[in-house]
């Protein structure tokens, strides 16, 4: 699907022609992370933004106790199965992600009644875009519409993270269903990861698109990589803990202290260590940024963290470089770095939206010159969070 709009004229049509009149449609977003990078496990700032492009569920109840699960993305035949079949990690199929919404709602709320649901979605998969968390928290919101129970929207943030780490047995942190229920028009969320404290930061439409650019590199390493860097920040928290007792996490490493007891660690270490305390002060530059309706701060502070990845935290690599390189050479691009774990995957920039139609031209062919890869810019809008559509 070409954008937000075209999903739903494509919902309704299909409304008219296929579903009866009990059939209601619920709309989540994906989301990308645009500055914090590698600081949620370290306890620092994330600035994540709810993207236009998400998930759409069309969800149908039936009174026999069974579930019958239908994807355009995913084509071939309905994954049926009874209600009270639900298991964890059960099979690993597309459908997992719902069942684990429908097999938590049912411990937390008790009866669910049977369901069709049909599932569309404009969101890229497998591309650091969270399209697992919009699939999820789009089930939740809409079965809590259709129950017509008024759930908080923090239990529906744990009820989502559950379904992914409970039922189908990935491990991860609640950041993504957070940012998509928590998601508001022309605002970017500012997200401690230590108080839980929430703040939304204006990034308006008409002065920023999102561009998303795929390597064509997989992220093969992306896995074992990031756990290391977990334990390599652990690690150097555990020694500068003993230092410095007063220390929370590794995000509230200041610069002083650093720098008085780098020698304890190993060369290693100081890069991871170097990172994260320098990210932390980008995201402070690039917060008070936004407020005074800088965007050019803000973009820097992107295209800097850029650089950190790539020298300090070392999970970049030649194609994400180039990428990044091809998107800074166009006018009215702010800044771009690698987003999600890196080792392959994506880039992510912010333009100004008169920039898109060169830019869309640009980056691509910059891109295959410089790595003989083809690339193609996907453009989002900061958008809002978990939503019902009228099919009328």
């Known amino acids: 699907m070409g954008s937000h709009l075209s999903l739903l004229d494509a919902t309704r049509a299909l409304r008219e022609t296929s579903f009866p009149d009990s059939a209601r449609a619920f709309f989540a977003p994906g989301r990308a992370n645009l500055l914090g990078a590698h600081l949620d496990y370290n306890g620092g700032v994330v600035m994540p933004v709810a993207l236009s492009k998400g998930t759409c569920a069309i969800l149908v109840p039936r009174s026999d106790g069974r579930l019958r699960f239908v994807s355009a993305n995913f084509p071939g035949e309905p994954i049926e199965l009874a209600l009270d079949a639900l298991r964890p990690q059960r099979e690993e199929v597309w459908s997992s992600y719902l069942e684990g919404a429908i097999y938590l709602a049912q411990q937390e709320w008790g009866e669910v009644p049977g369901l069709d649901i049909y599932v569309d979605a404009d969101l890229p998969m497998a591309r650091g875009l969270s399209s697992s968390a919009s699939v999820q928290c789009v089930a939740l919101f809409g079965l809590a519409r259709l129950l017509g129970r008024e759930v908080p929207v923090q239990e529906l943030i744990q009820l989502a993270h559950r379904s992914e780490t409970e039922y189908v047995g990935v491990q991860c942190g ?170 392959g995957g994506c880039t992510v920039a912010v333009l100004h939206p008169d920039a898109i139609a060169g830019f869309s031209e640009e980056v691509p062919r910059r891109y295959r010159e410089a790595t003989g890869r083809d690339t193609e810019v996907m453009i989002f809008r900061p958008a809002g969070g978990p939503a019902e559509w009228s099919l009328d």
Do not use: W
């Open 174 to 343: 609640v950041l993504d269903p957070m940012a998509v229920f928590l998601g508001q028009p022309d605002r970017l969320m500012h997200y401690d990861c230590f108080t839980g404290e929430v703040e939304h930061l204006p990034l308006p439409a008409d002065q920023v698109a999102i561009a998303v650019m795929d390597s064509g590199v997989k992220r093969e390493l992306a896995g074992s990589a990031f756990n290391e860097r977990v334990q390599e920040c652990a690690s150097s928290f555990a020694v500068l803990k003993q230092q410095i007792p007063e220390l929370g996490c590794l995000a509230h490493l200041r610069r002083e202290d650093f720098e008085a007891h780098r020698g304890l660690l190993s060369a290693v270490q100081q890069r991871r260590c170097e990172h994260v305390v320098s990210e932390v002060a980008r995201t402070e530059q690039a917060s008070a940024g936004l407020r005074a309706g800088r965007l050019d701060v803000f973009g820097a502070a992107m295209t800097a963290a850029h650089a950190s990845l790539r020298r300090d935290y070392e999970v970049s690599t030649p194609e994400l470089d180039a990428l990044v390189e091809a998107a800074l050479a166009v006018d009215g691009c702010y800044g771009s770095r690698l987003t999600g774990a890196g080792f």
